[in-house]
């Protein structure tokens, strides 16, 4: 293995955090721009596909990733990836119709789930870990950084003279500016393949499993109803794929996804850890913003501003535990302390009234930026730490795959849990406000007209901020009390990862390839 200097390793991270950049806002951007789309290619009824179909393909093929960069080597991999997104960004730049676009940003969440596990692999082989930790948080940052200022870009694109279609190409130079500094800097040995085979069986089976549980999420609720045969038809697809890959994993040669990993209890606890923060992280990342525009009335712009006191939460702990567990080799305090700053973050944001300080708002999600900024990175060092290079690669993309995938379920739980929340309060403000009126006109007075609030809380922000007074007013505190149950969800989460983390054994990090 060559020894990198310190100038080398800094060259090769740029180009890693540039994939990085580029694959977390190819995620976070497309939310802000969908309404604008729909409005041009038509097609409301597939909205949910242009945004689920990419973050399917990434969580579905993010394990496979890792696998292949042993056949085929980090270098070659990593740039398949690129090569992959860009050619499917401009795809979805171009896009004519809604079909083109959904095919696009599949095979664009292909390459993304490579670059979003490859990075932290090629870290890997390329620093040793008692001094990974100096470098993995930089790479941390920028993964929450960008996922945090893509609506705000995404909005500022759509609004301008740019256009929607910018919110794809813009990634494309960042992508290609990153596969020539990895094509320039990164030389790593060919490792040998000797009888290597593809687990084809296991292959299948992962990435089929991954994608019925991501429909369920993705579409439940949207496309069909929770209670009805294509969500029990495809639980039903999920369970017996997962059997099918745990046997096919058990008898293959060279599994994906090694079972001996799950035996290693570093492992189980980082992945059970990474799916908490996986939940915690997208979930306040989504559904912030609608208490901030909504709640609190705020423009898209001014509510991307508003996240960032998470984004320098993040940045400050991810750079620092970094840089503090390198020069220590010590670890398992971060993410505990992270874990009790997530806990204690969503507990703040579950005090938020409609009146509530912009202060108060920024401190909740302050605590929440520094917990996971503490935690989500020293995660993969501690898997990496404990793996054996044979299974570095396999162990790094398990572990993305399992964050990932608590993302999604993440949005889809706290989805759910708002807008159960706001049609039962939504429900209980008209009947109040129907009793109100028939009291009126017992009483012989003619009351005004109630507008339909439960069509209106479902419509922009715009429209909520345009609604009565009192139809304004009680739509706002329906969405507040309903972001209340929100974030008070965000609170055993906090709890199942604390208690996972408080479990890891302390093992120093160790020097040397």
């Known amino acids: 293995m060559p020894r990198y200097t310190r100038r080398q390793i800094i060259e090769v991270l740029i180009g890693l955090m540039l994939a990085v950049l580029t694959s977390m806002l190819t995620n976070s951007i497309v939310g802000t721009a969908l309404p604008t789309i729909v409005g041009e290619l038509g097609g409301q009824d597939r909205l949910a596909w242009v945004a689920s179909s990419a973050l399917l393909t990434m969580t579905a093929t993010t394990p496979i990733w890792g696998k292949l960069s042993d056949l085929w080597g980090r270098k070659l991999t990593f740039q398949i990836s690129l090569v992959i997104f860009i050619v499917s960004s401009v795809a979805a730049g171009f896009a004519q119709d809604m079909t083109w676009l959904i095919v696009a940003r599949l095979f664009q969440g292909i390459g993304t789930g490579g670059l979003a596990s490859l990075p932290q692999i090629i870290l890997g082989d390329v620093v040793e870990p008692r001094e990974r930790g100096r470098y993995s948080g930089f790479i941390g940052a920028v993964f929450g950084v960008s996922t945090v200022a893509g609506p ?8 301008s003279p740019l256009g929607w279609r910018w919110c794809f190409f813009i990634t494309v130079p960042l992508a290609v500016v990153a596969f020539v500094v990895i094509q320039r800097l990164l030389h790593l040995p060919v490792r040998p393949r000797g009888d290597t085979r593809i687990d084809w069986w296991g292959a299948t089976c992962i990435v089929g499993a991954a994608s019925a549980v991501m429909l369920v999420l993705s579409l439940g609720g949207k496309s069909f109803a929770w209670h009805s045969a294509p969500t029990y038809a495809l639980i039903a697809a999920a369970v017996a794929l997962t059997i099918g890959a745990v046997v096919a994993e058990r008898r293959a040669h060279d599994p994906i996804l090694p079972p001996r990993l799950f035996r290693d209890r570093t492992f189980v606890l980082a992945s059970i850890g990474s799916m908490a923060i996986g939940m915690g992280m997208f979930g306040v990342m989504i559904y912030f913003p609608q208490y901030l525009q909504i709640v609190k009335g705020m423009t898209p712009t001014a509510s991307g501003l508003m996240t960032l006191p998470l984004v320098v939460g993040l940045l400050a702990a991810s750079i620092s535990s970094g840089i503090v567990v390198s020069r220590t080799g010590r670890w398992k305090a971060y993410p505990v302390v992270g874990m009790v700053l ?70 889809s739980a706290f989805g759910a849990v708002m807008t159960n929340r706001l049609h039962d309060e939504l429900a209980e403000l008209a009947a109040k406000a129907e009793q109100a009126q028939a009291a009126a006109r017992a009483a012989g007075q003619q009351p005004p007209p109630m507008p339909d609030i439960s069509e209106s809380a479902l419509g922009s922000p715009a429209i909520i901020q345009s609604l009565p007074p009192a139809a304004h007013d009680a739509v706002i505190t329906a969405f507040n009390s309903a972001m209340h ?3 008070l969800l965000g609170l055993p989460i906090a709890v199942v990862g604390f208690v996972t983390v408080l479990f890891f054994r302390q093992v120093p990090l160790r020097s040397g390839h």
Do not use: C, E, P
């Not at 705000?152 to 609004?159: E, P, W």
């Not at 795959?401 to 379920?409: E, M």
């Open 152 to 159: 705000l870009l995404g909005g500022f694109l759509v609004d």
């Open 485 to 487: 149950t929100v974030f």
């Open 342 to 411: 997530v806990g204690a973050g969503f507990y703040v944001l579950t005090l938020l009234k409609v009146d509530s300080s912009l202060v108060l708002v920024g401190f909740g999600v302050g605590l929440i930026g520094l917990g996971i900024g503490l935690t989500m990175q020293i995660l993969i060092l501690a898997t990496q730490n404990a793996l054996d290079r044979a299974d570095l690669a396999a162990g790094t993309s398990a572990v993305t795959f399992f964050r990932n995938l608590g993302g999604a379920i993440g949005v």
